[in-house]
């Protein structure tokens, strides 16, 4: 595993801490919503059972990373996260300098099956839901989606009533759901 520089203290850092004395929440970190990728090798734990904020993104780098139409996130703060076993098992990404190394912001992957686990950035993940265990509808509904961002860019229509931004959301333009539509029958 590459890194950025010869600093490797974001090793122990959230959320690559695994739950315990050494996480800055101790042993008070509260193991709410586990979380695993599809082979079990790298798993972890949310001390949060619910997101800051729970999104479709439609940007073309998540199309292309993902090989899908969009993208759901849910976003967190790193202290919210634990991995079990610290950066083991862990691949990471820099896709601006399009480079295997942890540059942040950055992709975190398993390095064995090769899901996508979440999207890190400086003070927040963006976490990938497909990867959590839920034990009831009534927490999975916690991560339902609240808008859609990067929405010029889609490659599909989603009219869902959800807010659609053409870039990131409250710094771009809201698109009119209506309008959408009234556009797509005349395509």
């Known amino acids: 595993m590459a890194t950025n520089s010869m600093d490797e203290d ?26 695993a990728c599809h082979c079990g090798r ?27 139409p969009f993208q759901w996130a849910a976003i967190f703060k ?15 990404y820099s896709s ?3 480079k295997a190394e942890h540059d942040l912001p950055c992709k975190v992957s398993c390095g064995f099956c090769g899901s996508r686990i979440m999207d890190e950035g400086r003070n927040m993940v963006l976490l990938f ?8 509808e009534e927490k999975r509904k916690k ?10 860019q889609r490659v599909v229509d989603l009219p869902d009533g959800k807010p659609k931004w ?14 959408l539509k009234v556009k797509h029958q005349y395509k």
């Open 10 to 35: 974001w090793k122990t850092k959230p959320p690559y801490v695994p739950p315990g004395s050494a996480h800055p929440h101790g042993d008070n970190f509260e193991k709410k919503i586990r979380g």
């Open 42 to 68: 790298v798993s972890y734990w949310l001390q949060r059972d619910e997101p800051l904020a729970s999104k479709f993104c439609h940007c073309r780098d998540c199309q292309k990373m993902h090989g899908a």
């Open 78 to 92: 790193k202290e919210d996260l634990a991995f079990d076993k610290g950066v083991d098992g862990l691949q990471f």
């Open 96 to 98: 601006g300098k399009q």
């Open 129 to 136: 839901p497909g990867l959590l265990h839920f034990d009831g």
């Open 143 to 152: 991560f339902d989606v609240q808008m859609h961002i990067f929405y010029g």
């Open 166 to 179: 053409s870039g990131l959301d409250d710094q771009s333009e809201e698109m009119d759901e209506d309008v």
